[in-house]
């Protein structure tokens, strides 16, 4: 599989800030990356200098293997975390005027029954709900039948129902063998849509590699969650971690029934016990010490 | 290229249509103005006359007659007949008069409501000087105020359209995220400019050639040249303040600051480029001052046409001035434009 774009050394300076600090990655054809990481994690400047929008103090970017220029915005497509659409325009009309911009056009129709906007042609761009709007940058990020679509925090906002049409959608878009590169700060969302993952923190890149390897190679066994208040006794013997802001104590298991034994001796109520399988959230807390919930 | 210049022309030209309050106040302002001042001209403005003084010498003598001493009048001196003639008939000086050995001669235009007052201040002054001046005919048509002033009104409905239309609309979407948007796409800063010139340029000549045309049919309008030559005068015009904009607009990224700084520029615009008076009796480093605004060169020029009859070769040092400001405006606000805040 080819790569479609490859990030190289990336590094972004602002007064007294280092927003990026030597990010390097690379992206193969055809599937979905995600750059994780909690907000201020420097996921989206990574983003936007890699889209051309934002300068970088030092690295490049390579676009199947040439540096992105020309061809690159033509056959990109961006969705932004915060933008804004001409006013007065209906949706139908902002879509046309996206399309013009590109010599690279995609079936229009085709795009609008995608994304559902049908019925919403008409409508002012201002007049849109929250998953309207989300639908419809989605829609503009489309117009030029792109190879490479990016996708800032694109359901930051969206009622969980939302979320999920959009997912959907995402995958959809997927399907057609388009590469997504996704920024989320949702670990469920990147762990659902993306094929492989970096996780950002204070600019950096943490870890990377594909959500379930990663998991695999962190965790053997399932997680045991207990209330902080419902521990009466010394968890010394047991390897485990405080969650300060949840209020939970969390224990990772490869003998769950072992574990419990172990552990009742020392809580007052073993009928608020979870247990679960580890997701990226456990993993940036493990990468960080802190949580992406803070 | 020109598909993607077209759909942002298109789309800002819907903007703009659609946003009735704008649309609304770019027609209504310079009509109320217009006819406000036609029929209800108050004489506010200056408490002070602009009166020419044809003598032979440089020097003003103010013992020539007791006018000569009166407070809150401009006096100034002028040698050359033809010319002080001419400034009276297009509303440059209020009054003219000449003191001579065997008395005294003034020539007033009919239709200036201020050289109406100034008349009577100097018959005042003359009775009690023992009635020495008497009224002579001026030659040649005299201007009626209206005919001054709408070359003015049109320039200033052009200068405030221009410059907010495309600075201070630039700056928002710079600010709320559009410039940004428009970044990630194949489109070129100078695509961009060209099509935001070409959308306000439209508009700007369209609702120009409205008021020109409502006025002219309904208050018969002096038009003394060539239709085409005052198009190409307001064409470039629109273009060298579109320019001017885009440089305010170039960088600013708070629209407060915008709306500051376009100001800062529209006001002392408005007040030297001699929309509502001549900058005769003003001092020369006000009337050199002048010359730095497009506006002074578009309102130059078009009076010389409409009031003169003046050709396009005769105009033409005022559109190579306007091009050549165009140019430096174009070649900054392209130099300095940002698509979004750092």
């Not at chain 1, 590699?209 to 010394?236: C, F, H, N, S, W």
């Not at chain 2, 770019?26 to 406000?36: E, H, K, Q, S, Y």
């Not at chain 2, 100097?122 to 201007?143: H, V």
Request: with cysteine.
């Amino acid at each position: 599989m080819r790569v479609a774009l490859e990030a190289r050394h990336l590094v972004k300076h602002y007064p007294g800030v280092v927003a990026v600090n030597d990010v390097s990655f690379a992206v193969e054809e055809g599937t979905c990356f995600g750059l994780l990481g909690p907000n201020g994690a420097g996921k989206t400047t990574t983003v936007e200098i890699i889209e051309g929008v934002t300068p970088a103090t030092s690295g490049e970017v390579l676009y199947f293997g040439e540096p992105a220029g020309r061809r690159f915005r033509e056959e990109a497509g961006i969705q932004f975390q915060n933008t804004a659409l001409q006013d007065f325009l209906t949706v139908g009309e902002t879509l046309e005027m996206f399309q013009k911009l590109y010599d690279r056009r995609a079936d229009l129709d085709a795009i609008i029954e995608e994304c559902s906007l049908g019925d919403l042609l008409d409508r002012d761009n201002r007049k849109l709900s929250g998953g309207q709007r989300q639908r419809l940058f989605l829609a503009v990020a489309l117009v030029n039948r792109p190879r490479l679509v990016f996708l800032d925090e694109p359901t930051t906002g969206l009622d969980p129902q939302a979320r999920r049409n959009f997912w959907e959608l995402v995958q959809k878009i997927q399907g057609h063998g388009t590469t997504i590169v996704l920024t989320t700060h949702y670990m469920d969302e990147a762990h659902v849509l993306c094929n492989e993952i970096a996780i950002m923190d204070e600019g950096r890149i943490m870890t990377q590699g594909a959500p379930d390897a990663l998991l695999k190679q962190r965790y053997a066994g399932m997680i045991i969650e207990l209330p902080v208040a419902d521990v009466t006794g010394d968890l010394d013997g047991i390897d485990h971690r405080v969650i300060e802001n949840l209020g939970v104590v969390e224990i990772v298991s490869d003998d769950v029934a072992r574990s419990i034994s172990a552990l009742s001796p020392e809580v007052t109520d073993l009928n608020h016990i979870k247990i679960r399988q580890p997701n990226l959230e456990d993993l940036f807390l493990d990468l960080t010490g802190h949580s992406l919930r803070a | 290229m020109l598909g993607r210049i077209y759909a942002i022309f298109a789309a800002r030209n819907r903007e703009f249509m659609r946003d009735r309050g704008t649309l609304s106040w770019n027609i209504v302002l310079p009509v109320a103005l217009m006819f406000g001042l036609s029929f209800v001209f108050s004489g506010e403005g200056r408490d002070q006359y602009t009166v020419g003084v044809l003598q032979e010498t440089e020097t003003l003598d103010t013992s020539a007659h007791p006018f000569l001493e009166t407070r809150f009048i401009e006096f100034v001196v002028l040698t050359d007949e033809d010319k002080a003639f001419e400034k009276v008939e297009r509303h440059q000086l209020d009054l003219l008069v000449s003191f001579g050995e065997e008395g005294g001669r003034y020539w007033i235009n009919p239709d200036s409501p201020k050289g109406y007052f100034a008349e009577r201040i100097l018959k005042q002054a003359d009775t009690e000087a023992g009635g020495l001046i008497e009224q002579a005919e001026i030659t040649g048509d005299a201007i009626r105020y209206v005919d001054w002033v709408l070359p003015g009104i049109l320039g200033m409905n052009m200068m405030f359209s221009c410059l907010f239309g495309v600075g201070y609309v630039v700056v928002r979407y710079r600010k709320n995220g559009f410039l940004k948007r428009l970044r990630a796409t194949p489109l070129r800063p100078i695509e961009f400019i060209a099509a935001q010139i070409g959308s306000r340029m439209t508009l700007i000549m369209a609702i120009s050639i409205f008021v020109y045309t409502g006025t002219h049919l309904i208050l018969d309008t002096r038009m003394e040249g060539s239709y085409l030559t005052l198009l190409v005068i307001a064409a470039v015009g629109a273009v060298s303040l579109i320019s001017m904009g885009l440089v305010v607009a170039a960088r600013v990224t708070s629209e407060e600051l915008a709306g500051g700084l376009l100001n800062m520029i529209n006001w002392p615009m408005m007040l030297l480029s001699g929309v509502w008076f001549s900058l005769e009796g003003a001092g020369p480093l006000a009337q050199s001052a002048a010359k730095i605004f497009p506006l002074t060169h578009i309102l130059d020029a078009a009076r010389a046409v409409m009031l003169d009859g003046a050709t396009f070769v005769d105009v033409m040092p005022s559109l190579l001035t306007l091009a050549g400001m165009s140019a430096v405006f174009l070649f900054l606000g392209a130099r300095f434009f940002r698509w979004h805040p750092e």
